[in-house]
């Protein structure tokens, strides 16, 4: 049950970047990433409402709060941003794929965590496929700002893997975590629903994309991936949730038609064994 519950949540995120090419590709991607925000953060305390007697008492600190707030709003602009410049399939094995080499420098900067030699070889392995996926059709076509903004995005989202893991092992609830966490970055991103008319959320396209982003990959997939972690240990997960990058691969190229090499794949498959290997080796 948990390595489907994980499963079903890396089929939820890999949604996401075809979702917004395909319901709102005209749409800017700080306005859909803050409507994204703010319609899933409504779902994940709808949820955590049901779930309010396993609430318990302990809650994160405001300080952690805060700082799990901008890593979750940091993650959402810039990972839609660089979608919109350099493509879905590469914005997500590159967001993906960073997201253990930052989580390995913040939690020794925050906690003193010191990484393992093998951590090193597994971060060279996996910078090595971004590298590739990124310049599978060629030295000309490489977006550099594209692949920046998916790499912040990384860091964005292991900013809020190794702070909000502090309170989860002092026994917070993992829902409720999640969803103050991302009324935060809600509320941080507000204003950039402005950056574009917010009209195109009446839309039909606009609203059922927002809904499905708020909903699925959102509210359902983070509600999906926190039970499933409840019941298997973090490297099985590690390797079920590579699903995701396969998942937006296969949607990249089969809905929007995303022109895809032999070295795309080659490099997709180096980022995951790259993951795969640091996720195994770690204790």
Known sequence: MGILAVLGSALCFGTTGTTQQLGVPDISPLAVGAARLLCGSLFL????????????????????????????AGYQLTFFSAVHITGIAISTVTALGSVPTFSAIVAYLVMGEKPSKSWYLGTSVTILGIILVGTANGIAEFKPLGILLAAIAGFGFAVFNVVSRKSLAAGAQDIWLTATSFGVAALITVPFLFAQNPEWILTTKGG??????GLVPTAIGYFLFTSGLKKIDSSTAATVVLAEPATATILAAVVIGESLVLQSYLGIAIVAAGILYI????P
């Open 45 to 72: 305390f709808a949820f955590a409402y049901i779930q309010r007697s396993q609430r318990g008492s302990i809650r994160m600190s405001r300080r952690d709060l805060l700082i799990c707030g901008f890593g979750v």
């Open 279 to 282: 996720s195994r080796a770690k």
């Open 208 to 213: 059922l994309s927002v809904l499905w982003l």
